[in-house]
């Protein structure tokens, strides 16, 4: 196998919050390109079409092009470019007739430094492909939900031509410049022997890859049908609950509506900032809001578990996937902040 075992989040070259926070300009921005995903898998609210309709401001589908570009101009308010836009947060993000548009355009502005996404690569064409990467796409994810077309039909409730798909993928690869790609599936579903199979499948055709676990990664998701262990993180090791959540303070997300949400997480859309900063909103102003500043004092106090009305107290995210524990640098952070 010539991919490396590595997790699609980079945690070794991580610069450590501790020392760096607060932060003037965000490292990362999510934007979501689409909410509306082609899947319909077990463990995520996006592709349960019922709920969704029941939730104010989703299956708002493609976000507006006209909206993103401005998004990107109003990046030149902050002090330093973006670390990385990450064009993904809730939907598909190839389900936007302009992805590789928008990564062109991001890659175009002196004020960002890097554009990657994730993806589940079903609508992963050759053609698509060559425009991505002719884009300047650095880094591709691609989500695997089972490592043939039954598996796909069971968990993702999509049906699936296998052998074209995986040949899309090897055509990325082979095609992909200076694009990196990391391939991951979740691990849960496998037996060992499908777990080989996966290496074998895929281990040629991708940079890093990786086996990861079911976590609870959408907040107050109750309809989620895959059972999972608590007590294993995302990347395997064993979890342990913190109390600051790391992400409010060095990444910022934009729905595909051009709405902000205050965690990226935020799939029902119930914290949302716009209304909170007056006038023009940019991702600056939000930045620099108070209301941001308020949410992440709480953390820094311990008082995650007061935030009721928010998806914060009970977060799966906080007990299996977080980047960096920061409960015992709080106090200094405050101070600083
Ligand atoms: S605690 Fe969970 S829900 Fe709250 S901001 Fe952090 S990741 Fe989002």
């Not at 990450?86 to 890097?114: C, I, N, T």
């Amino acid at each position: 196998m010539k991919a490396k075992l590595m997790p699609r989040i980079d945690i070794h070259d991580r610069i450590e919050l501790k020392n760096a926070l607060p932060l003037d300009t965000p490292y990362v921005i999510h934007i979501d390109p689409s909410d509306t995903c082609n899947f319909h898998c077990k463990f995520c609210p996006s592709g349960n079409t019922e709920l969704m309709k029941t939730i104010k401001g989703r299956g708002h589908g493609s976000m507006d092009f006209e909206v993103y570009k401005q998004i990107i101009d109003d990046l030149a308010e902050f002090r330093d470019p973006i670390r990385v836009i990450r064009l993904y947060k809730e939907g598909e993000p190839l389900v936007h007739p302009k992805f590789a548009d928008m990564v062109r355009y991001a890659k175009q502005s002196p004020h960002v430094l890097r554009v990657d996404t994730t993806t589940n690569a079903s609508l992963l064409t050759p053609e698509r492909s060559l425009e991505i990467i002719d884009a300047g796409l650095d880094r591709i994810n691609i989500s695997i939900e089972g490592i043939n077309a039954n598996q796909y039909k069971e968990f993702s409730n999509h049906t699936i031509d296998y052998e074209k798909f995986v040949e899309n993928i090897r055509f990325f690869y082979d095609h992909k410049k200076q694009c990196q790609m990391n391939i991951k599936i979740n691990g849960d579903i496998l037996n060992s022997e499908q777990e080989e199979e996966f290496y074998q499948v895929f281990g040629n055709i991708t940079d890093g890859i990786n086996v990861e676990h079911t976590i609870e990664y959408w907040p107050k998701f109750q309809d989620m049908k895959v059972e999972f262990d608590e007590t294993v993180s995302l990347l395997g090791g064993e979890s342990g609950e913190v109390q600051v959540c790391p992400y409010v303070f060095y990444e910022m997300c934009i729905n595909s509506d051009g709405t902000y949400s205050l965690c990226r997480f935020d799939w029902n859309h119930a914290m949302l900032m716009n209304q909170h900063v007056g006038g023009r909103v940019t991702p600056k102003k939000i930045w620099d809001s108070i209301v941001l500043f308020r949410f992440q004092e709480s953390f820094l106090k311990k008082e995650r578990k007061l935030l009721s009305v928010l998806s914060c107290p009970n977060c799966g995210i906080l007990k299996q996937g977080v980047p960096e524990d920061l409960d015992e640098f709080a106090g200094e952070i405050l101070d600083r902040m």
